[in-house]
């Protein structure tokens, strides 16, 4: 990356973007995509209270395909979208580590094959140790973080991407820097909150706090990139992007809520609920994803002041 | 652990084997050996010549809640048994005199601390058109209970204890049915059936048998009580429990009425 990065821009499309490099940012798409379904497919779970109605793991009742009734739909179809993610993600793997020419890259891909295997372990400790509350959260937390990375891995093998960086400035204090690292910690905190109060670890006023510090911060940061950066493509779509969904996500929250209070009285998880909560769950998923995104892009592109350079470059020799 | 806590479960079960009588809902009464020695490690027993009973009944005060329909088109077995009639939730139930159905009351305190014998008998928990049957019981610690799925569906029973050990077991359509018991007292133990969110019961697990279920008289009786003072609860899943001390003498028949407010 570092050496095409000085290349002409036209020089870097012809020799990097070739048909391989299409399908395979292709590729990442749907595996992108299909990590979002399977976010989906254990919200479902959750809210619909079927994370034990599969009481033997890794087979179903003791078979590959058990009668698809009543909450088993939501707990073995999490179970079969899950497996398919994590065939796509050993293809994934392997793909990269026999056609891509970036080391970093192919050690990302095996990280995320080791992400998906660590998820597939926590999921089915959750039925085996009847969902431990923090093997429950550690699992909701660790899909968020899988699916960020197959969203970055999107990123990273797009045509875009390989163009090189389109370096600009930013002097401004807090370093925007910083703040790009801010947001995407700030919504993962959400998010883990978000979790644990889904499995009753915790009450649900720590994420509604929270959610306050996590939604300041991320319109702080793409505010800034708006306003100081518009001219820039990638950081202003970024940034876009990610305040439209922090938007939707908060509306979303709020349904959430109001929706759970709405059937507290409700003898079984009502559809209101749990089609706001599930959507809640998703679109949280897309929010941590996006501040990734954003993060990326402002280091790839926005150069750091030059004392901060300094700083670092003293910090590096004394090492 | 779970074997050696099986283990455990078995052999003690085999010590209290052949003691005690059965569980009645909305009545139970002590175990009908004659008084034996009641030194510790001896099975308790009550001098049915001394015994006291307490009876009474649980009222509702307020506005009677609407009972909520469930929706069982999750499960297309589960719908076709309430057919043309769906079924109620069974959270409040208001009986036609104005007392409250499914209230567990127990002597929670002031029992002698002698190791009761558990009735041989088992107490039935059924699955039957996608509901727990009965609703709300009670079962003495080591007291057997029979697990039966009358449904043409699948179900896991899924107890939520929080003293007593938690377990989650999967029941086919009209599959054998399943022996359990909890080693400690506790009330209550939710159940849930995970394959069907709607499905919940409560089993009340009491170290003595001085225990009943409200039925759709809203009464209970406790026989066999030795004398003594006492506090007694009574429970509800919605409502939360109400305490009342009660002093029984030998042969005593005292009312005691409970009373809850929505």
């Known amino acids: ?319 | 652990m779970k074997q050696i806590l099986l283990s455990l479960g078995i052999a003690t079960a085999l010590v209290v084997a052949g003691c005690g009588g059965g569980n009645k809902q909305a009545e139970n009464t002590a175990p009908k050996e004659e008084p034996t020695s009641s030194a510790a490690g001896t099975p308790a027993s009550v001098n049915e010549a001394d015994a006291a009973t307490l009876t009474g009944k649980v009222s509702f005060a307020g506005d009677k809640p609407a009972a909520r329909n469930i929706d069982m088109s999750a499960n297309p077995a589960c719908a076709r048994a309430h057919t043309g009639s769906p079924q109620k939730s069974q959270e409040v139930i208001v009986n036609d005199n104005g007392t409250l159905r499914n209230v567990f009351v127990w002597v929670k305190t002031g029992v002698p601390d002698r190791p009761w014998p558990a009735p041989t008998g088992a107490v039935e928990l059924d699955q039957e058109g996608c509901m727990y049957k009965p609703h709300v019981t009670g079962v003495m610690t080591n007291q057997d209970i029979k697990i039966v799925n009358s449904d043409p569906t699948n179900h896991n029973i899924h107890p939520l204890p929080k003293v007593n050990q938690e377990w989650n077991e999967s029941q086919p359509p009209k599959g054998d049915s399943k022996m359990k018991k909890f080693a400690r007292e506790e009330v209550m133990i939710p159940v849930k059936c995970n394959v069907h969110p709607w499905m919940r019961a409560y089993i009340g697990v009491v170290g003595h048998p001085f225990f009943a279920v409200t039925g759709d008289d809203g009464t209970f009786t406790i026989k066999g009580l030795p004398p003594g003072k006492y506090t007694l609860e009574a429970w509800h899943e919605k409502y939360g429990a109400k305490d009342v001390e009660v002093t029984v003498a030998p042969k005593d028949s005292k009312t005691v009425d409970f009373d809850f407010k929505s």
């Not at chain 1, 959400?190 to 306050?212: C, D, K, S, Y």
């Not at chain 1, 979303?252 to 009285?265: D, K, N, P, Q, V």
């Not at chain 1, 089609?275 to 769950?281: D, E, K, P, S, W």
């Not at chain 1, 679109?283 to 994803?289: P, Y």
């Open chain 1, 1 to 319: 990356m570092s050496k095409s990065r000085w290349l002409p821009r036209t020089a870097k499309r012809l020799i990097l973007t070739s048909r391989a490099d299409i399908w395979l940012h292709r590729y990442a798409l749907l595996w992108a995509f299909s990590t979002l379904f399977l976010v989906v497919a254990g919200g479902l779970v959750t809210s619909n209270d079927a994370g034990l109605s599969v009481p033997d793991w890794p087979l179903s009742y003791g078979k590959l395909m058990p009668p698809m009734e009543g909450n088993i739909f939501y707990e073995h179809g999490h179970r079969m979208v899950a497996t398919t993610v994590g065939l796509l993600t050993i293809i994934m793997a392997v793909w990269l580590a026999r056609a891509e020419r970036r080391p970093w890259m192919r050690r990302l891909g095996w990280i995320a094959l080791f992400a998906v295997v660590a998820q597939g372990v926590l999921g089915g400790m959750t039925v085996i140790f009847l969902l431990p509350k923090p093997v429950s959260i550690s699992h909701a937390c660790l899909a968020q973080l899988f699916f960020s990375t197959t969203v970055a891995m999107a990123l990273f093998t797009s045509e875009r991407w390989r163009r090189g960086a389109a370096p600009v400035d930013d002097s401004g204090s807090p370093a925007l820097h910083s703040l790009a690292l801010a947001a995407p910690l700030c919504v993962f905190v959400q998010l883990a909150l978000g979790a644990a109060a889904r499995h009753r670890a915790l009450g649900v006023l720590p994420h509604i706090g929270w959610a306050m510090v996590a939604t300041g911060v991320v319109l702080w940061l793409a505010i800034r990139v708006l306003t100081r950066h518009s001219g820039h493509e990638e950081l202003r779509r970024s940034a876009l992007a990610l305040l439209s969904i922090t938007f939707l996500q908060v509306f979303l929250g709020i349904a959430a809520y109001m929706s759970r209070i709405a059937t507290a009285e409700a003898p079984q998880p009502m559809p209101l609920m749990v089609g706001f909560t599930v959507a809640h769950v998703a679109v949280g998923a897309l929010t941590l994803a996006l501040s990734v995104v954003l993060a990326i892009q402002v280091f790839r592109h926005v150069r750091r002041p030059a004392r901060e350079l300094q700083t670092e470059s003293i910090a590096i020799t004394s090492a």
